[in-house]
């Protein structure tokens, strides 16, 4: 792993609504197998994407939020949701589906500064 | 007449133009618009003022597609596919603040 | 849609073969896919059919071969959880064999 890359997945979208969530989930998963050191960076609406409890049945669009419980086994484990955009949605900690790290605006700033490849969706 | 929005009122200007300029009537809140609807979100308190020149609906599939079935502020209206319809019918005109 | 007969009913597949409605999965699909990729269902497969059903259900998603192996592993002991054991009951890839025969849409990831 020491030579491995820094990926960041940037993640803005709200779910359903456009496609950009699908996406950048299925580029995840798929990239998941060239063993990088990969995070997935949740903000503005894309701290959505996590809500605990989908029910899509409704509108006929297949729930994909399942599947970022089983980034684990792709060894995807570095998820960080930015606080601001998290606490401006009424959302906290324990609505999102899977266990992530809370950042502030700042670090995660910091944070994307420090990767070798960033992937916007 | 009614009004729709379909955009999330935190990326996009769509309800702030709407709730702007209508001059009231029913709105709709449907796909990522119904983030407005829910508790303590950022949107909220623009709502909630909204509520005295407004009628507020919110399409509930989309609510519930979007895990927060159990959020909506108080005094927004729940409507199905079938209550989107009649709002559509029993409105002369409609914009979709797209 | 190409669609396939099994005992007397039709089923809608994909240009690869693969079932088009997950619903629509039965043993008799599974035995009728496996017949197509030339393989006799065993108890073995039938264990790593099973398991990537139940994953499906999970996560809604096929795992990817190495996740699957890993997987494997954990569910039913270490001694299944090699690509040997695996490649040795689905000789064409057990992403895309075991995949097709559980009703499963191609493994994300799997080119």
Redesign the interface.
């Known amino acids: 792993m020491s030579d491995a890359k820094k990926f960041m997945f940037v993640n803005r979208k709200a779910p359903y609504g456009t496609i950009y969530a699908l996406e950048s989930l299925e580029v995840v998963l798929i990239s998941a197998a060239f063993d990088q050191d990969v995070s997935l960076a949740f903000l503005d609406d894309g701290v959505y994407q996590l809500k605990k409890g989908q029910q899509t049945k409704g509108i006929e669009i297949k729930n994909f939020s399942p599947a970022y419980r089983a980034l684990e086994d792709y060894d995807v484990e570095k998820l960080y949701v930015e606080k601001e955009a998290m606490e401006a949605r009424g959302l906290s900690e324990e609505d999102f589906l899977v266990n992530v790290t809370v950042l502030s605006r700042a670090e995660m700033g910091k944070l994307m500064d420090e990767q070798d490849v960033v992937l916007s969706f | 007449m009614l009004h729709i929005i379909?955009?999330?009122p935190?990326?996009s200007v769509s309800l702030d133009t709407c709730l702007n300029t209508a001059a009231g009537g029913d709105t709709l809140l449907i796909?990522?618009a119904v983030?407005a609807a829910?508790?303590?979100?950022?949107a909220?308190a623009k709502l909630k003022t909204a509520m005295g020149k407004f009628k507020l609906h919110v399409l509930?599939?989309?609510l519930?597609?979007?895990?927060?079935?159990?959020?909506l502020m108080d005094g927004v209206i729940a409507v199905?596919y079938a209550g989107f319809v009649d709002l559509t019918s029993n409105n002369k005109t409609c914009q979709s603040w797209l | 849609m190409p669609n396939i007969e099994v005992a007397g009913k039709s089923y809608e597949t994909d240009e690869e073969g693969y079932l088009v409605n997950l619903a629509e999965w039965n043993t008799d699909v599974a035995n009728y896919m496996a017949q197509t990729e030339s393989i006799n269902m065993t108890e073995q497969h039938w264990e790593v059919v099973n398991f990537l059903r139940e994953y499906f259900e999970e996560y809604q998603i096929a795992p990817a071969v190495r996740v699957l192996t890993k997987a494997i592993g954990k569910k039913l002991g270490a001694d299944k959880g090699t690509s040997e054991y695996l490649y040795g009951l689905f000789p064409y890839g057990p992403g895309k064999q075991a995949c097709k025969i559980a009703g499963l849409p191609k493994p994300t990831g799997c080119i």
Do not use: F, I, Q, V
């Not at chain 2, 519930?64 to 959020?71: C, I, M, P």
């Open positions: 379909n955009k999330s935190l990326s796909e990522d983030y829910t508790k303590g979100n950022a909220e509930m599939p989309d519930d597609a979007r895990g927060l079935g159990d959020r199905d």
